[in-house]
């Protein structure tokens, strides 16, 4: 008598995405959920990403937290952990060595998005769990569906790698899920611009970025800062994740406040300008595309409004004068150098010491 076949899906589900679901539809956040669970939330970040495996006291507490026996959430785990080990085995060890290769890896271990594992099954197993993908063909189609969706702000000589910048845009995403806001409105997004523009003023990135993050929540845009991989040369990216949440991607590339900001308001009018169906990516050399220049012209105009653009153009290239000038705009002596800049008012790096500088910290 022939056996039945078993059912071998050619995907994988992390129990993390029926945890996630859960929070969603019961309005709890990732630090409430940490706090029932009685664990640190870097821990529940990584519960979330099936990075921290579900054991026998985990798998109680979640009973307890969200439903379900003892006995489903140790199932779901070893269904988990064994369909991707087994797609992972299917990989030929020659083509995942190759897709290996054109990612970022060294920076995505280093910085905790993958775990550190020493053998190519071991790194193919974090990558696809990382990417979400059950396959190479399948990363490779997400990968040139960026690629043809982006809309770049680079020259193709220093345009980002696909792998590096798909690398950047899913963490990006993994961080943006565990943000919760309120639903999309343009409306009220661009309400909140003045209010964003005020905290150009505020030196200490600890007090401006939590105000920033909380104004763009309420407008249904999830706030994400995060240095790119090498590879990777990208300043911000704005896509809507669903029909309610925006993405807003910010790499703090230059660390200089006037970067910072133009790139952050470029960002915000792609978001009230455009469409849905696209993912926009900023590097260094501007383009003529009539979205990025509608990006541009929308940030200078919120930074530097039409009537003080007519003074600017006649403003004494002087320091008393560039601060003066910018108290009186309601915006950093930063953001006003980086405009003269632009303008080729005065030569880059001149009045650089007006500039705020910014650090990485770890």
Not at 188 to 194: E, K, Q, V
Not at 314 to 332: C, D, E, M, T, W
Request: charged share 30%; hydrophobic share 40%.
């Amino acid at each position: 008598m022939t056996e039945p076949a078993v059912f071998q899906p050619d995907w994988f589900s992390p129990p993390g995405h029926t945890i996630a679901a859960k929070l969603r539809s019961s309005g709890v956040s990732l630090d409430n959920f940490a706090w029932e669970m009685d664990m640190p939330s870097p821990d529940a970040t990584k519960l979330l990403d099936g990075e921290l495996k579900i054991d026998d006291r985990i798998a109680v507490k979640l009973g307890q937290v969200l439903g379900g026996s003892r006995e489903f959430w140790i199932r779901r785990e070893a269904q988990y952990r064994g369909d991707i080990d087994r797609l992972a085995e299917e990989i030929d060890v020659q083509s995942a060595k190759q897709w290996l290769r054109l990612l970022p890896l060294k920076d995505m271990t280093d910085r905790g998005w993958i775990g550190r594992e020493d053998s190519v099954k071991g790194k193919l197993t974090e990558c696809m769990r990382f990417f979400d993908v059950c396959s190479i063909d399948a990363f490779d189609a997400r990968a040139n569906r960026i690629v043809s969706q982006v809309k770049f702000r680079t020259s193709e000589k220093l345009r980002s790698q696909p792998h590096s910048l798909a690398a950047w845009l899913r963490f990006g995403e993994v961080q943006a899920d565990r943000i919760q806001c309120e639903p999309w409105s343009r409306d009220r997004f661009s309400s909140l611009i003045p209010e964003m523009k005020k905290l150009t003023r505020i030196r200490d990135t600890e007090k401006f970025l939590p105000k920033l993050s909380e104004l763009c929540r309420s407008a249904g845009v999830a706030l994400v800062i995060c240095r790119t991989p090498s590879g990777c040369r990208a300043s911000g990216a704005t896509k809507f994740l669903s029909n309610d949440k925006a993405l807003l991607l910010l790499s703090f590339r230059h660390l200089s406040d006037d970067h910072f900001w133009f790139s952050f308001f470029h960002e915000c009018g792609h978001l009230i300008l455009h469409g849905k169906d696209k993912i926009f990516v900023e590097g260094e050399e501007a383009e003529t595309e009539a979205h990025e220049k509608e990006a541009n012209e929308f940030a200078e105009d919120v930074l530097i409004p039409d009537p003080w653009k007519r003074i600017l153009a006649v403003l004494p290239i002087n320091r008393k004068s560039i601060q003066r000038f910018a108290v009186r705009v309601g915006v950093s002596a930063g953001i006003v150098v980086g405009q003269l800049e632009h303008k080729g008012m005065v030569s880059h790096g001149y009045f650089s010491y007006l500039k705020r500088r910014y650090k990485w910290s770890d």
